[in-house]
């Protein structure tokens, strides 16, 4: 089949590629799609050199499915054009909470693809992903009510140009040179920063928002979510504290053996020196590392856990091929 990827030339985009050359996809053509500033950029896959076409003019009607990888305001301005055509993958925000646009992770609710209706399917946020590939499998034996989670998530979220000045700014501080943010409210380097995206009405942050909104699409309207996502000068991988109460009564050897199981989970639990995971072992690895399984034992049936993930590999770009993967296994073409 014909595959696009829009936003070809960016982080995301980039890493697309790299898991469908991975993952051998039945690729018939591909096309990298990206703004005219980037059109005519060559970028090799499986050997071959492509030629990067411009978003403006590109022609979607040859195309059975498309990844949008480029952020919400070109989702929202050319994804519905090319579901004319082909099925949309999009990696932005702009879809995810349409009631008419499933929101997916294969691992979770495969299922859900079917009640498609705009030929578009929403990729989840970064760290909504991994929490709920690590939450699924005990939601199904337990049944969370409530969770509370703090995030630390690495500059690679907000793109390119926060890595580079993650870098820069390091620079500088250990030069004792004046800096000044460019990407970030404050000094990222040696720092941490509680704000991602912008600020709602009740204080809570758009990113936390949608972890808390697309959680509840995924796993249930019942669960409750309250999030504090913080930015940390770590280059790739998002980690996060995690409080879950559960309905029912648990055990710790249940749990880690429900989760050693579960598909995209990967238990390094050890109660000693090291023995847990951090962004730098999840980077460049598909599974989601769960680590520091313990009661919590100030509230009844509460658990508490760390997980750790490449928000660009597990988060964005692995996860939509898999849902390609699922779309052609189950022969779902679209119109």
Not at 259 to 282: F, H, M, N, Q, W
Request: contains cysteine.
């Amino acid at each position: 089949m014909n595959i696009a990827i829009v936003g070809a030339t960016g982080n995301v985009g980039r890493k697309i590629l790299e898991v469908l050359e991975r993952k051998k996809l039945p690729i018939k053509e591909l096309f990298l799609v990206a703004s005219p500033r980037s059109a005519g950029q060559k970028i090799n896959f499986s050997g071959k050199e492509h030629e990067v076409f411009n978003l403006e003019t590109f022609d979607f009607s040859k195309i059975k499915i498309t990844f949008f990888a480029a952020g919400g305001k070109i989702s929202e301005q050319y994804a519905l054009k090319a579901a004319k055509h082909s099925i949309v993958i999009d990696n932005s925000s702009f879809f995810r909470m349409d009631p008419d646009v499933p929101l997916i992770i294969p691992q979770v609710n495969p299922e859900a693809i079917k009640s498609m209706k705009k030929n578009i399917i929403a990729n989840p946020n970064c760290s909504t992903a991994q929490l709920v590939i690590a939450l699924k499998p005990l939601h199904d034996l337990f049944n969370i009510i409530r969770i509370v989670v703090s995030t630390y998530q690495s500059v690679s979220g907000g793109g390119k140009d926060p890595m580079d000045e993650l870098i820069e700014q390091t620079k500088l501080s250990l030069e004792n040179k004046q800096i000044k943010p460019r990407n970030f409210t404050k000094q990222i380097a040696f720092n941490a920063i509680p704000h991602i995206d912008v600020f709602a009405d009740d204080g809570y942050t758009k990113e936390e928002l949608k972890m808390t909104n697309e959680t509840k699409k995924i796993l249930g309207d019942k669960i409750e979510l309250t999030a504090t996502c913080v930015r940390v000068p770590v280059m790739v991988s998002h980690a996060e504290s995690v409080n879950i109460q559960f309905e029912k009564s648990f055990s710790l050897e249940k749990v880690r053996d429900t989760l050693s199981k579960a598909e995209g989970c990967k238990v390094y639990d050890k109660r000693e020196d090291g023995g847990y995971s951090t962004p730098i072992e999840a980077e460049g690895r598909d599974e989601t590392y769960i680590s520091r399984i313990r009661e919590d034992k100030t509230n009844k049936n509460s658990l508490n856990l760390w997980i750790v993930s490449d928000n660009l590999l597990r988060g964005a770009a692995l996860n939509a091929v898999e849902i390609a993967e699922t779309l052609i296994k189950n022969n779902l073409n679209g119109k």
